[in-house]
Protein backbone atom coordinates (compact mmCIF):
# COMPACT_ATOMS: atom_id res chain seq x y z
CA UNK A 1 0.00 0.00 0.00
CA UNK A 2 1.45 3.72 -0.77
CA UNK A 3 2.06 5.58 2.45
CA UNK A 4 -0.33 8.19 0.86
CA UNK A 5 -3.18 5.75 1.44
CA UNK A 6 -2.08 5.80 5.23
CA UNK A 7 -2.40 9.18 5.63
CA UNK A 8 -4.83 10.24 8.04
CA UNK A 9 -7.12 13.79 8.77
CA UNK A 10 -4.36 13.99 11.39
CA UNK A 11 -1.61 13.59 9.62
CA UNK A 12 -2.63 15.91 7.27
CA UNK A 13 -3.34 18.31 10.28
CA UNK A 14 0.41 17.75 11.81
CA UNK A 15 2.24 18.85 8.75
CA UNK A 16 -0.29 22.04 8.67
CA UNK A 17 0.71 23.30 11.74
CA UNK A 18 3.96 22.87 11.01
CA UNK A 19 3.48 25.00 8.00
CA UNK A 20 1.66 27.39 10.06
CA UNK A 21 4.32 27.57 12.43
CA UNK A 22 6.75 27.82 9.92
CA UNK A 23 5.10 30.17 7.25
CA UNK A 24 2.00 31.75 9.06
CA UNK A 25 -1.68 31.07 7.59
CA UNK A 26 -0.40 31.43 4.15
CA UNK A 27 1.79 28.63 4.40
CA UNK A 28 -1.29 26.19 4.74
CA UNK A 29 -1.90 25.26 1.54
CA UNK A 30 -2.68 21.98 -0.26
CA UNK A 31 0.35 21.62 -2.95
CA UNK A 32 2.65 22.79 -0.12
CA UNK A 33 1.56 20.45 3.14
CA UNK A 34 0.83 17.08 0.21
CA UNK A 35 4.64 17.42 -0.48
CA UNK A 36 5.76 17.81 3.23
CA UNK A 37 3.53 14.74 3.26
CA UNK A 38 4.93 13.31 0.20
CA UNK A 39 1.12 12.89 -0.49
CA UNK A 40 -0.58 13.31 -4.26
CA UNK A 41 -3.00 16.52 -3.90
CA UNK A 42 -5.63 14.55 -5.06
CA UNK A 43 -5.25 12.25 -1.78
CA UNK A 44 -5.92 15.67 0.12
CA UNK A 45 -9.42 15.72 -1.29
CA UNK A 46 -10.23 11.67 0.02
CA UNK A 47 -9.95 13.71 3.37
CA UNK A 48 -10.88 17.34 3.22
CA UNK A 49 -13.39 19.77 1.17
CA UNK A 50 -11.13 22.81 0.50
CA UNK A 51 -7.88 24.18 2.46
CA UNK A 52 -10.24 26.18 5.13
CA UNK A 53 -11.10 22.60 6.27
CA UNK A 54 -7.29 21.73 6.36
CA UNK A 55 -6.42 25.15 8.69
CA UNK A 56 -9.19 24.43 10.80
CA UNK A 57 -7.82 20.83 11.30
CA UNK A 58 -4.48 22.08 11.89
CA UNK A 59 -5.99 24.70 14.52
CA UNK A 60 -7.91 21.55 16.04
CA UNK A 61 -4.83 19.55 16.55
CA UNK A 62 -3.00 23.02 17.81
CA UNK A 63 -5.56 23.17 20.85
CA UNK A 64 -6.27 19.55 21.46
CA UNK A 65 -2.44 18.70 21.58
CA UNK A 66 -0.63 21.57 22.87
CA UNK A 67 -3.64 22.81 25.09
CA UNK A 68 -5.98 20.15 26.00
CA UNK A 69 -3.75 17.39 26.52
CA UNK A 70 -1.20 19.84 28.61
CA UNK A 71 -3.23 21.72 30.59
CA UNK A 72 -4.49 19.17 32.95
CA UNK A 73 -1.04 17.98 33.60
CA UNK A 74 -0.23 21.49 33.90
CA UNK A 75 -2.68 22.36 36.52
CA UNK A 76 -2.41 19.44 38.61
CA UNK A 77 1.50 20.85 39.87
CA UNK A 78 2.11 22.53 42.57
CA UNK A 79 1.72 26.25 41.62
CA UNK A 80 4.92 27.33 41.81
CA UNK A 81 6.28 24.45 39.82
CA UNK A 82 3.70 25.01 37.08
CA UNK A 83 4.97 28.72 36.52
CA UNK A 84 8.56 26.99 36.10
CA UNK A 85 7.05 24.76 33.49
CA UNK A 86 5.74 27.14 31.58
CA UNK A 87 8.43 29.73 31.37
CA UNK A 88 11.56 26.69 31.26
CA UNK A 89 9.09 25.03 28.24
CA UNK A 90 9.65 28.84 26.49
CA UNK A 91 13.10 26.74 25.46
CA UNK A 92 11.97 24.00 24.58
CA UNK A 93 12.31 22.24 20.71
CA UNK A 94 9.48 23.63 18.78
CA UNK A 95 9.59 20.00 17.15
CA UNK A 96 8.44 18.43 19.92
CA UNK A 97 4.87 18.12 19.82
CA UNK A 98 2.69 17.81 22.86
CA UNK A 99 3.96 20.17 25.01
CA UNK A 100 2.79 23.01 25.68
CA UNK A 101 6.20 25.85 25.08
CA UNK A 102 6.54 23.55 21.98
CA UNK A 103 4.60 26.19 19.94
CA UNK A 104 4.93 29.55 21.86
CA UNK A 105 6.07 31.10 18.57
CA UNK A 106 3.23 29.94 16.96
CA UNK A 107 0.88 31.21 20.00
CA UNK A 108 2.14 34.75 19.50
CA UNK A 109 2.06 34.73 15.69
CA UNK A 110 -1.54 33.19 15.55
CA UNK A 111 -2.39 36.03 18.15
CA UNK A 112 -0.34 38.96 16.14
CA UNK A 113 -0.19 38.25 12.49
CA UNK A 114 -3.68 37.49 10.90
CA UNK A 115 -7.44 38.70 11.15
CA UNK A 116 -8.91 35.64 10.52
CA UNK A 117 -12.11 35.04 12.40
CA UNK A 118 -11.18 31.22 12.39
CA UNK A 119 -7.58 31.71 13.61
CA UNK A 120 -8.94 34.49 16.26
CA UNK A 121 -11.41 32.73 17.77
CA UNK A 122 -8.99 29.37 18.52
CA UNK A 123 -6.20 31.56 19.45
CA UNK A 124 -8.28 33.84 21.64
CA UNK A 125 -9.71 30.91 23.51
CA UNK A 126 -6.47 28.94 24.20
CA UNK A 127 -5.50 32.17 25.57
CA UNK A 128 -7.98 32.56 27.86
CA UNK A 129 -7.52 28.81 29.06
CA UNK A 130 -3.86 29.22 29.89
CA UNK A 131 -4.22 32.40 31.39
CA UNK A 132 -6.98 30.78 33.75
CA UNK A 133 -4.13 27.93 34.61
CA UNK A 134 -1.64 30.46 35.47
CA UNK A 135 -3.60 32.99 37.40
CA UNK A 136 -4.56 29.86 39.18
CA UNK A 137 -1.15 29.06 39.84
CA UNK A 138 -0.64 32.92 41.23
CA UNK A 139 -4.29 32.49 43.12
CA UNK A 140 -2.92 29.34 45.07
CA UNK A 141 0.60 31.15 45.77
CA UNK A 142 -1.57 33.85 47.78
CA UNK A 143 -1.79 36.53 45.59
CA UNK A 144 -5.67 38.54 45.49
CA UNK A 145 -7.23 37.94 41.93
CA UNK A 146 -6.38 41.09 40.44
CA UNK A 147 -2.34 40.47 41.01
CA UNK A 148 -2.94 36.94 39.83
CA UNK A 149 -4.26 38.27 36.85
CA UNK A 150 -1.92 40.81 36.43
CA UNK A 151 0.80 38.27 36.77
CA UNK A 152 -0.13 35.62 34.81
CA UNK A 153 -0.67 38.31 32.15
CA UNK A 154 2.92 38.77 32.13
CA UNK A 155 3.96 35.42 32.77
CA UNK A 156 2.19 34.40 29.51
CA UNK A 157 4.10 37.59 27.63
CA UNK A 158 7.28 36.30 29.02
CA UNK A 159 6.59 32.60 27.72
CA UNK A 160 5.93 34.08 24.02
CA UNK A 161 7.99 36.60 24.03
CA UNK A 162 11.20 34.14 25.18
CA UNK A 163 9.78 31.31 22.58
CA UNK A 164 9.75 34.06 19.63
CA UNK A 165 13.81 34.83 20.84
CA UNK A 166 14.77 31.30 20.18
CA UNK A 167 15.08 32.40 16.62
CA UNK A 168 17.39 35.03 17.10
CA UNK A 169 21.13 35.12 18.93
CA UNK A 170 19.45 36.42 21.60
CA UNK A 171 17.95 33.52 23.56
CA UNK A 172 19.04 33.72 26.97
CA UNK A 173 21.88 31.00 27.53
CA UNK A 174 20.82 29.53 30.64
CA UNK A 175 17.34 29.03 30.34
CA UNK A 176 17.66 27.10 34.40
CA UNK A 177 19.04 30.92 35.45
CA UNK A 178 16.52 33.21 33.08
CA UNK A 179 13.82 30.67 34.18
CA UNK A 180 14.22 31.26 38.37
CA UNK A 181 15.32 34.93 37.67
CA UNK A 182 11.81 35.67 35.97
CA UNK A 183 10.22 33.85 38.55
CA UNK A 184 11.51 35.68 41.45
CA UNK A 185 10.47 38.89 40.02
CA UNK A 186 6.83 37.30 40.37
CA UNK A 187 7.70 36.70 43.85
CA UNK A 188 8.04 32.92 43.23
CA UNK A 189 10.65 31.49 46.14
CA UNK A 190 13.26 29.77 43.88
CA UNK A 191 13.88 26.25 43.51
CA UNK A 192 15.78 24.14 46.21
CA UNK A 193 19.15 23.87 44.72
CA UNK A 194 18.82 26.84 41.72
CA UNK A 195 22.16 29.24 42.69
CA UNK A 196 20.89 32.81 43.13
Known amino acids: MPRTARLTRDDWAAAALDALAEGGPAAVAVEPVAARLGASKSSFYWL ?4 R ?7 ERWERV ?20 LVGHAFADPAGRGDLAGRGDLALRLLTETADPLIREVT ?12 SAFTDLGHPPETARHYATAGYATYLGTAALRATPHTPTDPAAYTETILTAFGVAPHPGCPG
Not at 66 to 85: I, Y
Not at 124 to 135: D, I, K, W
Open 124 to 135: HRVTGRRLAVLE
Open 66 to 85: QTDEVLPWLAALPPAERLRR
Open 48 to 51: FDNR
Open 53 to 59: ALLAAAL
